[in-house]
């Protein structure tokens, strides 16, 4: 993990910094939060930055995110009192770190916030099956395309190449290419020179050079424009860029690893994603099975899960019941590990307890798990009548949901399935337009819409469905 340290050095900050080495951080120092700013936009990356409570924490944050530069901050500082704490966290710090320090918070906070670790955890054959090839091609030069449905873990596998592959010691850098705006997204990837565009006030290093002699991740690739992929079919072949604004090229020497949830065979077919560029990402694929093609597992994620935020929460871990178990291998998991992962976040902090039972364990609507696997409880019989069994219910159910769109226009149909399935997706987009079907572009025009007149949208759940111990992709 790189980590960056914006403050005076001295003292006690200097002592938290030796226990960030320790812990494996890679460790750079400026003392003002503009100079913090300045290397971030030259490529010298941060994981993490470390601030000083004393410096302006709210300007920094500013100052980075006015340059698309978003890395997590945590505030420190000795002789703190409670409400300079609380200042810190209001002003976007993720954590606040009381100095003299202790190693295991800085482990925990290290480990929390930068999410770093992230281990390849599975049991079962059919991942089993991936990982070896996986680790066969991890020290080749190969370019790789990880495909798999939301939230399977492509990004934790495009980590794990890393991890194994001769550039470990060097930048892993993840771009998600479905996030970007199109018309900023090649200045995050090449860079731009001062004075390209309106806002550009200096040279800003893109993400191809930050990942020199390492690993770049382009994840969601197939949400990328039809112009941009010509421009990185020549950096994958000729190992060269252009920075926007730039008069020479810029060389660099990096290994590509692209993911995708859609086919993107059938996105050629269509015009939409070239089919050179496919072949130049996709020498070797590395296709993850969704989560409920893999039962065996289900319990060893879950046990993953709930020692990590036990321990990020800073509450004893408590075992799953076997009852719970049952539940949880019979669930059908639409969204995959991320939401497996969501929902033991949140049995964790509902557990009451000696064990996690089922009441603890909760879907997104707020129901508990449920031994029939659905986690949908069907509607009670009318007065009088006969429970004709799973059949019956399912008509029942059927029924309901027909009545309860009578009446309604397409676009309100529509609109009410959007945002139901973002709240399903606890706000995350990539995941909802997966499961309707679209693309995230068409997901924004629509949520962009429905915010103009005034509806809610929601946020990603970042806190909960963000981290990842293993693989939210």
């Given at each position: 993990?790189?980590?960056?340290?914006?403050?005076?050095?001295?003292?006690?900050?200097?002592?938290?910094?030796?226990?960030?080495?320790?812990?494996?951080?890679?460790?750079?120092?400026?003392?003002?939060?503009?100079?913090?700013?300045?290397?971030?936009?030259?490529?010298?990356?941060?994981?993490?930055?470390?601030?000083?409570?004393?410096?302006?924490?709210?300007?920094?944050?500013?100052?980075?995110?006015?340059?698309?530069?978003?890395?997590?901050?945590?505030?420190?500082?000795?002789?703190?009192?409670?409400?300079?704490?609380?200042?810190?966290?209001?002003?976007?710090?993720?954590?606040?770190?009381?100095?003299?320090?202790?190693?295991?918070?800085?482990?925990?906070?290290?480990?929390?916030?930068?999410?770093?670790?992230?281990?390849?955890?599975?049991?079962?054959?059919?991942?089993?099956?991936?990982?070896?090839?996986?680790d066969q091609v991890a020290k080749s030069e190969?370019?790789?395309?990880?495909?798999?449905?939301?939230?399977?873990?492509?990004?934790?596998?495009?980590?794990?190449?890393?991890?194994?592959?001769?550039?470990?010691?060097?930048?892993?850098?993840?771009?998600?290419?479905?996030?970007?705006?199109?018309?900023?997204?090649?200045?995050?990837?090449?860079?731009?020179?001062?004075?390209?565009?309106?806002?550009?006030?200096?040279?800003?290093?893109?993400?191809?050079?930050?990942?020199?002699?390492?690993?770049?991740?382009?994840?969601?690739?197939?949400?990328?424009?039809?112009?941009?992929?010509?421009?990185?079919?020549?950096?994958?072949?000729?190992?060269?860029?252009?920075?926007?604004?730039?008069?020479?090229?810029?060389?660099?020497?990096?290994?590509?690893?692209?993911?995708?949830?859609?086919?993107?065979?059938?996105?050629?077919?269509?015009?939409?994603?070239?089919?050179?560029?496919?072949?130049?990402?996709?020498?070797?694929?590395?296709?993850?099975?969704?989560?409920?093609?893999?039962?065996?597992?289900?319990?060893?994620?879950?046990?993953?899960?709930?020692?990590?935020?036990?321990?990020?929460?800073?509450?004893?871990?408590?075992?799953?019941?076997?009852?719970?178990?049952?539940?949880?291998?019979?669930?059908?998991?639409?969204?995959?590990?991320?939401?497996?992962?969501?929902?033991?976040?949140?049995?964790?902090?509902?557990?009451?307890?000696?064990?996690?039972?089922?009441?603890?364990?909760?879907?997104?609507?707020?129901?508990?798990l449920s031994l029939g696997g659905g986690g949908?409880?069907?509607?009670?019989?009318?007065?009088?009548?006969?429970?004709?069994?799973?059949?019956?219910?399912?008509?029942?159910?059927?029924?309901?949901?027909?009545?309860?769109?009578?009446?309604?226009?397409?676009?309100?149909?529509?609109?009410?399935?959007?945002?139901?399935?973002?709240?399903?997706?606890?706000?995350?987009?990539?995941?909802?337009?997966?499961?309707?079907?679209?693309?995230?572009?068409?997901?924004?025009?629509k949520l962009n819409e429905y915010a103009d007149?005034?509806?809610?949208?929601?946020?990603?759940?970042?806190?909960?469905?963000?981290?990842?111990?293993?693989?939210?992709?």
């Amino acid at each position: 993990m790189r980590l960056l340290v914006v403050g005076r050095l001295s003292g006690q900050l200097a002592t938290a910094v030796k226990m960030a080495m320790t812990h494996g951080a890679k460790v750079s120092h400026v003392e003002r939060g503009d100079q913090a700013t300045e290397q971030l936009r030259r490529g010298q990356g941060a994981d993490l930055l470390m601030v000083d409570y004393r410096v302006d924490i709210a300007a920094l944050i500013s100052a980075n995110e006015a340059e698309r530069i978003h890395v997590p901050v945590v505030a420190c500082g000795v002789d703190a009192n409670a409400q300079e704490a609380a200042d810190a966290i209001r002003a976007g710090a993720k954590e606040f770190i009381p100095l003299p320090p202790e190693a295991d918070l800085i482990a925990a906070v290290l480990a929390a916030v930068a999410d770093d670790e992230r281990p390849m955890v599975s049991a079962d054959p059919s991942m089993a099956a991936v990982i070896k090839l996986a680790d066969q091609v991890a020290k080749s030069e190969a370019s790789i395309l990880i495909t798999g449905e939301s939230g399977v873990g492509k990004e934790v596998m495009a980590r794990h190449l890393h991890q194994g592959s001769r550039r470990a010691s060097k930048a892993f850098i993840s771009v998600n290419c479905a996030a970007i705006p199109d018309n900023l997204l090649e200045s995050e990837l090449f860079g731009h020179e001062k004075g390209a565009f309106t806002g550009a006030v200096a040279r800003r290093i893109g993400k191809f050079e930050e990942a020199d002699g390492g690993t770049l991740l382009l994840d969601e690739i197939s949400e990328m424009d039809a112009r941009l992929q010509a421009k990185l079919l020549r950096a994958i072949q000729e190992r060269v860029i252009d920075r926007v604004g730039g008069s020479a090229p810029v060389k660099v020497d990096i290994r590509i690893i692209a993911t995708s949830n859609r086919d993107l065979a059938k996105a050629v077919a269509e015009g939409t994603f070239r089919e050179d560029l496919l072949y130049r990402l996709n020498v070797v694929n590395l296709r993850l099975p969704a989560l409920r093609e893999r039962p065996g597992d289900i319990a060893v994620l879950a046990d993953h899960f709930v020692k990590k935020y036990a321990a990020a929460n800073g509450v004893a871990p408590r075992a799953i019941s076997a009852e719970a178990k049952r539940a949880l291998v019979g669930h059908r998991w639409a969204g995959n590990v991320r939401e497996l992962e969501n929902a033991m976040h949140r049995a964790v902090l509902l557990a009451t307890g000696a064990e996690i039972d089922l009441e603890a364990i909760r879907l997104p609507d707020g129901s508990p798990l449920s031994l029939g696997g659905g986690g949908v409880s069907a509607p009670a019989a009318t007065h009088g009548s006969v429970d004709a069994g799973p059949a019956a219910r399912a008509a029942q159910t059927a029924d309901a949901v027909s009545r309860a769109y009578v009446g309604q226009t397409v676009a309100q149909m529509e609109k009410t399935l959007i945002l139901d399935t973002l709240n399903h997706c606890l706000g995350n987009r990539t995941h909802a337009a997966n499961i309707l079907g679209i693309s995230i572009r068409t997901l924004r025009n629509k949520l962009n819409e429905y915010a103009d007149e005034g509806t809610s949208i929601p946020a990603p759940q970042s806190g909960v469905a963000g981290a990842s111990g293993y693989a939210a992709a």
